[in-house]
């Protein structure tokens, strides 16, 4: 941070001395860290004020977690607000060094990323352009992929690496031939910086050193995309062309040295994952006919559309909505992400400010190593803007959580909405406790119990509502879903409250306050003042 910043001109803010650590580390006997692998404050890049957070890969993995997230999506909002004041900064540099979502803290991590998706995105609205560097061990992956792919412009090194599912989760959900996470040629080759930048999912490539990244922070930051209609037009076309180019070339190695093997698409259509293996579903889950049914009895014309979606409208007291969804627990892939963002993207276009209705049964995103090759972070960065900009257009937006949700296709669908509802037999996670024990090491029974003592981590509806993630939760005891959906639609969509929500509910006890102590004193204090 301080050579790509000014020289002195940096200044820490809630730095170590204010000793804000994880309260949850402690239930896994494992140390905290004074600022909780993360640091964030402001300074100057060649005169020009700045806001800055860096992740310390090297801790947890930099990994996404309730005060480390409430401190970067303070530090967004901060300079967000600012914009046109005084305090504010031309524009917010993120040293991204993640493995994603911090497995102890997994519910809080999965809405420390959605909050910081949100904050990065209210900051690009505000017209402060927001740069992520790309260079560390770690790279950016898993929720921080997602980030990354909401950025105004990224920077990539040679040793960065973007992804959402890294290597050793592919090869544990599909065997060594799907992805041999040994192969360091092919890891690169599929998620390092040479390749993010030739497919476009880096906009500048750098030499791996301090100087060539400051370099290109200070040439770029003045040319930047706005967040904007026209913006993710010409990105939703951009990546519908690298489908239509690349979308076919499919292949599979087989282990070791031996030939390649072309597969056919059905393949891909057939992947399943390990949550969508592990993860507990009613006996008897309500199918999407008789879902529908019971939201519009006023009609729909929602059909099924290509790779288990909905596409239509309904209506709801006499109002029309549109409606879309995924079903049967199928993984997010490139090609289920452009196809839901093209109809948000034509909804918008529209002009009619119709509220839009997401219902979503997704396993989590499509683990194979074409779809990361093919840039999988992006196409659900893409489809969470587009969903956060038609919420800013004026769309209510609202998401019915009613089967599975999990990992990235969480973060990029439901957690994108304004309202999150989960209905009777809903299970969502992060990951399913078996898969935490495996990550963590600790026996499953000790986890389990563990689970029984916090949200913060264990799987299921009512653990992520008590994090503020889930607004309410509808049962069938509570009488007809039709009119509740009917009163949601009908109450105004408020600014990002969830960290709110979660501290007054007990499961995210210090995001909130810490979050808006930055922001606090982010506008408070300029650069050069001092620790802040």
């Known amino acids: 941070m301080n050579g790509l910043l000014d020289h002195g001109s940096f200044r820490e ?6 000793r804000v650590i994880s309260p949850h580390l402690a239930l896994f006997d494992l140390p905290p860290a004074f600022d909780d ?33 409430a401190k970067l999506v303070g530090l967004l909002r901060a300079a967000a607000t600012a914009a046109g004041t005084a305090q504010a900064v031309s524009t917010v540099f993120l040293l991204l060094d993640t493995g994603g979502v911090r497995l102890q803290e997994a519910n809080a991590g999965e809405m420390a990323v959605s909050e910081t998706v949100r904050a990065v995105l209210e900051a690009r609205s505000a017209g402060v352009p927001v740069i992520a560097l790309i260079g560390g061990r770690a790279g950016a992956f898993g929720g921080g992929g997602i980030v990354t792919a909401c950025c105004s412009h ?44 030739l497919l476009g999912g880096a906009d500048s490539y750098v ?25 993710l037009d010409a990105e939703q076309k951009r990546l519908e062309d690298r489908l239509n180019a690349y979308g076919d070339c499919v292949i599979r ?24 293996l592990c993860l507990p579903r009613r006996d008897t889950p309500m199918a999407p006919a008789e879902l529908l049914a019971a939201l519009f009895p006023e009609g729909h014309n929602v059909t099924p559309g290509a790779e288990n979606t909905l596409l239509g409208t309904a209506t709801v007291k006499n109002e029309t909505v549109a409606v879309l969804g995924i079903t049967d627990a199928t993984p997010l892939s490139p090609e289920i992400a452009i196809t839901l963002a093209g109809s948000v993207l034509d909804i918008i276009r529209a002009g009619q400010k119709t509220p839009i209705i997401l219902l979503i049964d997704t396993a ?40 599975t949700a999990a990992a990235g296709a969480f973060i990029a669908t439901a957690l994108a909405t304004q309202t999150l509802i989960a209905l009777d037999g809903a299970h969502p996670s992060v990951m399913d406790l078996p898969s935490i024990a495996r990550v963590t090491k600790l026996p499953l029974d000790v986890l389990t119990e563990k ?18 993630a889930v607004a309410e939760v509808w049962t069938a005891a509570d009488g007809p879903l039709a009119p509740r959906l009917a009163t949601v639609l009908a ?38 003042e001092g620790t802040i």
């Open 451 to 468: 689970a029984a003592s916090t949200p913060i981590f264990a799987p299921g509806v009512a653990p992520l509502a008590a994090t503020g």
């Open 253 to 276: 190695p087989r282990y070791g040295r031996a030939p390649v093997l072309m597969l056919p698409r059905a393949y891909l259509n057939s992947v399943t994952t390990l949550s969508s």
């Open 491 to 528: 109450t105004p969509a408020t600014k990002d409250t969830r960290d709110a929500l979660g501290a007054e509910r007990g499961g995210r006890k210090q995001a909130h306050d810490i979050a808006s102590r930055v922001e606090a004193a982010f506008l408070e204090a300029t650069a050069g």
């Open 37 to 69: 692998g993360m640091i964030i404050g402001r300074g100057t890049l060649n005169g020009q004020p700045v806001a800055i957070a860096a992740q310390e890969g090297q801790f947890m993995g930099g990994t996404f977690a309730e005060v480390s997230g």
């Open 364 to 403: 989590s995103q499509r683990m194979t190593r074409r779809d990361e090759m093919l840039g999988l972070n992006e196409y659900l960065g893409h489809l969470a803007k587009v969903i956060t900009l038609a919420g800013a257009r004026g769309h209510r937006t609202v998401a019915l959580l009613y089967g």
């Open 13 to 18: 803010i809630l730095g170590p001395e204010a």
């Open 154 to 197: 990224v920077i990539i090194s040679e040793q960065g690496r973007i992804s959402i599912s890294g290597p050793e989760v592919i090869e544990t959900n599909k065997g060594a031939e799907e992805f041999d996470s040994r192969d360091r040629a092919l890891v690169w080759r599929v998620t390092g910086g040479r390749s993010r930048a």
């Open 207 to 231: 030499k791996g050193d301090v100087a060539s990244f400051r370099q290109a922070a200070a040439i770029t930051r003045n040319t930047l995309p706005d967040f904007s209609l026209a913006t």
